[in-house]
């Protein structure tokens, strides 16, 4: 069993880091060297048995039967839009406030990416403008409504009861971007049991991260389920070199299942951690700067701690100048991208104001309920005296 206990840390130069995955390393380094030599000896470096045991762990965990290890959080996306017949003349609706994976993922299977505002509080897609621009689609009959995905921003949970009453209502498919949310849950259901489909990431910042790429698609159909696993090996089933359909390389490395098993073992303390990080930030900045609003019932998986403030880059530069990590995300609302220029624009003033307005401030597990007053102080400090 892994070591829980965080032993005490010495800032160096008083630096407090945005993200500090070393820290973490160094208590998990026996673990994680046991179970890389174990994949390094039997040597099936590519869907070997520690990939089949993760995926039966998160399965588990999330309360589906599928889950699926993929190559990385994007492809995770692509992979479940082709599984869903996704492509050429269908809309698939996505929050304008978030990273550019998910609108890209649309694109790369010839969809259509159609932008949605967010709400100003919980920063997630805005269930009333997802029914205004379903409508707009409609009306222009130009393109099908195929699917919506919710990304659950900085870790917390869309609306998925009111999405998913939407995406009924219109015959489209709920597909879950939840590449900073696994372990966060809603009511009883934990994210990836929450829509038909989900898609995560194992990025190395991510709350369960590996030491490179990896995602996991996870669902409870298994019509989906076997065509991810096709999809994700050149598009063969079983052990065969015949291509049933067009697929990728969609694997997700033996050891990056391997370090995510070890770090699994820690993952529940680690949530516990950061949920206890974020209400000591709750609590001392709320008022003093915008927050992410908490739905009752529901549990971020805080990937991401970001406020909100008017003069957003005088805080960012005064934290730069005491050496406490920070980051914007995101500074350019989607429908903004260079990428996504071809992309009809519709009026989204709560996304374009959020990347006028937001700042991330250091979250993960690691760190010391010291640097964790730092920061409060820092902030503090700096809005009090703007």
């Known amino acids: 069993m892994v070591s829980q206990s965080r032993p005490a840390v010495t800032v160096a130069s008083g630096r407090v880091a945005f993200f500090d995955l070393q820290r973490q390393q160094r208590r998990i380094h026996d673990e994680v060297r046991a179970r890389v030599d174990a994949v390094l000896s039997h040597g099936q ?39 869903l017949g996704v492509g050429p003349g269908d809309a698939v609706f996505v929050p304008a ?29 805005d269930p009333a403008d997802l029914e205004r621009a379903i409508a707009e689609v409609e009306a222009e009959g130009r393109l099908k409504p195929r699917a919506v995905i919710p ?16 995406a009924a209502g219109h015959g489209m498919t709920v597909f879950s971007d939840a590449a900073q949310s696994f372990g966060g849950r809603s009511g009883n259901r934990r994210v990836g049991g929450m829509a038909p489909i989900s898609a995560t990431s194992f990025y190395p ?47 997700l490395d033996t050891i990056q299942a391997a370090i995510l098993l070890a770090k699994f073992e820690i993952f529940e303390d680690e949530l516990n ?49 005491e050496g406490i990590g920070n980051a914007l995300f995101y500074r350019v609302a989607l429908h903004h991208h260079p990428a996504f220029a071809e992309v009809a624009k519709r009026p989204l003033p709560v996304s374009e104001r959020l990347a006028e307005t937001v700042l991330s401030i250091p979250m993960n597990p690691d760190l010391t309920d010291e640097e964790v007053d730092r920061v409060i102080d820092a902030v503090t400090r700096h809005v009090r005296q703007g």
């Open 205 to 251: 910042t991510k709350p369960l991260g590996c030491y490179g790429d990896g995602g996991a698609i996870l669902t409870d159909d298994d019509t989906i389920a076997d065509a991810v696993r096709t999809l994700r090996s050149h598009g063969r089933q079983g052990t065969g070199d015949v291509a049933v359909r067009n697929g990728l390389t969609g694997r």
């Open 273 to 321: 951690r950061r949920d206890a990080i974020a209400r000591r930030y709750d609590a001392a900045l709320s008022g003093l700067v915008g927050v992410q609003a908490r739905p009752a019932g529901s549990l971020s998986a805080n990937a991401l701690y970001t406020v909100t403030l008017d003069g957003r880059d005088a805080l960012k530069a005064a934290l730069d100048a």
């Open 151 to 166: 990304v659950d921003l900085y870790g917390l949970p869309a609306d998925y009861e009111a999405i998913g009453k939407i």
């Open 45 to 83: 470096f590519i869907l070997g048995p520690e990939v089949e045991q993760l995926e039966n762990q998160l399965a588990a965990f999330a309360g589906v039967p599928h889950a699926i290890g993929v190559s990385s959080g994007r492809d995770a996306l692509m992979i479940g839009l082709m599984a």
């Open 97 to 125: 406030f978030t990273f550019a994976a998910t609108a890209g993922a649309v694109c790369s299977v010839n969809a259509t990416p159609v932008f949605v505002d967010v709400d100003p509080s919980t920063f997630n897609i």
